[in-house]
């Protein structure tokens, strides 16, 4: 799932993320040491939810990538699977010779976890030297995820003339903040929780390292019914508003941006922080 990307002033390397409501696209300057950006958009999806097989979210991403970079010939795109369709885990192997290490990881991840040649990717990034109760071992980061998800994501991009260079995990994407000092590692271990629409993930990153990585299944949805709820609760006066799912995204929104000028009669925003968040 890597490719390497020789730096072009021709080339325009283009990062995308499809969430459930936008599509968050970067443009890296390709002969940039420092990996800066030239620009970042993101464009509201005509219809939130849509699956990667939906004409519609194909035909929202074709006008945006074309819009924003230009026809395909000119570019490197770059996509991240959606982790919960990814396994993550940390295995330890013996000292071995390069050329063993493939074998000595397939062995020891077979042996640990048990999974299916014929439906997976298995892939894997050596993490270096470790003491393992005593002895000299190599720590492995590997990672699984179905053949099937990869031809999907494959698919839709190839099928709007924009075919994809990289695929990558948003663990690894996090990992390389660190690696990159883009972000500071002020501490050896550090843990980063990602809030996504029905799940969250918590990532234990250790001297630049992804050694952890947990799911929770729960995220922004869970937060906003439970918005919704407690206002009904809080409000229960026959004459007060409903509180519907788009007012309780703006409210926590405008909490996140700080927004000054919250023009906006609805009595929810007359809860204080507390109760917004009880």
Same mark, same amino acid.
């Given at each position: 799932l890597k490719i390497r990307i020789i730096?072009?002033?021709?080339?325009?390397? =283009?990062? =995308?993320?499809?969430?459930?409501e936008s599509i968050f696209m970067t443009m890296l300057d390709p002969g940039d040491q420092a990996h800066s950006f030239k620009a970042y958009k993101e464009?509201?999806?005509?219809?939130?939810? /849509?699956? /990667?097989?939906?004409?519609?979210?194909?035909?929202?991403?074709?006008?945006?990538?074309?819009?924003?970079c230009g026809p395909s010939k000119r570019n490197k795109i770059w996509t991240v699977l959606s982790s919960s369709l990814v396994g993550l885990r940390r295995i330890f192997i013996p000292m071995v010779p390069k050329h063993q290490i493939s074998n000595a990881v397939y062995w020891t991840f077979k042996r640990e976890k048990s999974f299916d040649e014929k439906s997976l990717v298995?892939?894997?990034?050596?993490?270096?030297?470790?003491?393992? +109760?005593?002895?000299?071992?190599?720590? @492995?980061? @590997?990672?699984?995820?179905?053949?099937?998800?990869v031809a999907v994501l494959k698919d839709l991009?190839?099928?709007?003339?924009?075919?994809?260079?990289?695929i990558t995990l948003s663990s690894f994407a996090i990992q390389n903040l660190f690696r990159t000092k883009w972000v500071p590692?002020?501490?050896?271990?550090?843990?980063?929780?990602?809030?996504?629409?029905?799940?969250? +993930?918590?990532? =234990?990153?250790?001297?630049?390292?992804?050694?952890?990585?947990?799911?929770?299944?729960?995220?922004t949805k869970s937060l906003l019914d439970a918005l919704i709820e407690g206002y009904h609760h809080e409000m229960s006066s026959a004459v007060a508003p409903t509180l519907d799912y788009t007012q309780a995204q703006k409210l926590i929104k405008d909490l996140h941006d700080h927004a000054e000028n919250m023009t906006t009669n609805?009595?929810?925003?007359?809860l204080n922080l507390q109760q917004v968040f009880e």
């Amino acid at each position: 799932l890597k490719i390497r990307i020789i730096p072009n002033d021709s080339v325009k390397n =283009i990062g =995308i993320h499809i969430s459930n409501e936008s599509i968050f696209m970067t443009m890296l300057d390709p002969g940039d040491q420092a990996h800066s950006f030239k620009a970042y958009k993101e464009i509201s999806l005509s219809r939130h939810g /849509m699956n /990667m097989e939906d004409p519609r979210l194909a035909e929202d991403l074709k006008h945006v990538l074309y819009e924003f970079c230009g026809p395909s010939k000119r570019n490197k795109i770059w996509t991240v699977l959606s982790s919960s369709l990814v396994g993550l885990r940390r295995i330890f192997i013996p000292m071995v010779p390069k050329h063993q290490i493939s074998n000595a990881v397939y062995w020891t991840f077979k042996r640990e976890k048990s999974f299916d040649e014929k439906s997976l990717v298995l892939d894997f990034e050596v993490q270096g030297e470790v003491n393992d +109760q005593g002895i000299r071992k190599l720590a @492995v980061l @590997v990672y699984t995820c179905p053949l099937s998800e990869v031809a999907v994501l494959k698919d839709l991009f190839l099928g709007i003339g924009y075919p994809l260079s990289v695929i990558t995990l948003s663990s690894f994407a996090i990992q390389n903040l660190f690696r990159t000092k883009w972000v500071p590692l002020f501490e050896d271990t550090v843990a980063n929780l990602s809030i996504g629409h029905e799940r969250s +993930q918590v990532e =234990i990153i250790s001297h630049n390292n992804v050694v952890l990585v947990r799911a929770i299944k729960s995220g922004t949805k869970s937060l906003l019914d439970a918005l919704i709820e407690g206002y009904h609760h809080e409000m229960s006066s026959a004459v007060a508003p409903t509180l519907d799912y788009t007012q309780a995204q703006k409210l926590i929104k405008d909490l996140h941006d700080h927004a000054e000028n919250m023009t906006t009669n609805h009595p929810i925003y007359k809860l204080n922080l507390q109760q917004v968040f009880e």
